[in-house]
């Protein structure tokens, strides 16, 4: 009898093995599909997801996102962009404020322009983003529907994990990943973020389902 507890042990742990390779292989999978879509649909807003930038000048991977971006402005697929993204240690101003200043150099109205600029994951700046669209989108002449429908503007690594997580904070997402970003540009670094990704996707959901067990807060303040 001894002896067969270890051996069930060893059946049950193998088999939860392969059921948790199992979902991580479909979650890769489907990140690698969702990185390919891009939605040629109008919407209420275009949310442009942050990345590093330096004194207030971006990154290549926030240029990448930011010029595409303000082009589905210009093309008036959406009235309204917000800007995420909050400051990393030693930056002057945040990544939503240098994205806010990009944009209006390249004649983006400040009235068309929200920001979150607290957040510093993809998770808090899509709850941000969705919170900053609640509190101040009306303020844009054409109103919104009552699940705003969003462009989201990152890499298309991100895709998946930003549908998902604006779906959960009552968004409708369109994707709109940039194709100028020097990640996408070579293969072996945009697979290295795809992996990443199959982490940080079910890592988000887990921190999601924990706020709503607990009751947790999640203080974002949304900001014009």
């Known amino acids: 009898m001894p002896r067969r507890a270890p051996r069930r042990f060893a059946r049950v742990f193998g088999r939860l093995l392969v059921v948790c390779v199992t979902i991580w292989l479909a979650c890769l999978a489907a990140i690698l599909i969702w990185s390919t879509r891009s939605s040629s649909a ?31 402005f210009k093309a008036e697929r959406a009235p309204r962009m917000v800007f995420t993204g909050g400051r990393r240690e030693g930056d ?16 983006v109205p400040p009235q068309a322009i929200l920001l979150e600029a607290t957040g510093r994951t993809s998770l808090a700046s899509v709850h941000g983003a ?53 990640i996408s540009a070579k293969r072996s670094v945009a697979m290295e973020y795809m992996l990443r990704e199959s982490i940080a996707l079910p890592t988000d959901l887990v921190v999601m389902l924990w706020q709503q067990l607990t009751g947790e807060p999640d203080n974002v303040p949304p900001t014009r």
């Open 130 to 182: 969705a919170q900053a669209l609640r509190a101040h989108g009306d303020s844009v002449a054409r109103p919104m529907s009552a699940r705003p429908r969003v462009l989201m503007v990152s890499d298309p690594f991100h895709m998946l994990r930003l549908d998902v997580l604006a779906r959960m904070h009552g968004l409708t997402p369109l994707p709109s990943p940039t194709q100028t970003s020097p």
């Open 42 to 72: 109008s919407a209420d807003a275009i949310v442009v997801l942050g990345a590093a930038q330096y004194g207030g000048r971006p990154s290549p991977v926030l240029r990448a996102r930011l010029d595409h971006a303000v082009a589905l």
């Open 92 to 107: 002057l101003i945040s990544e939503a404020a240098a994205g806010r200043r990009f944009a209006m150099r390249r004649g």
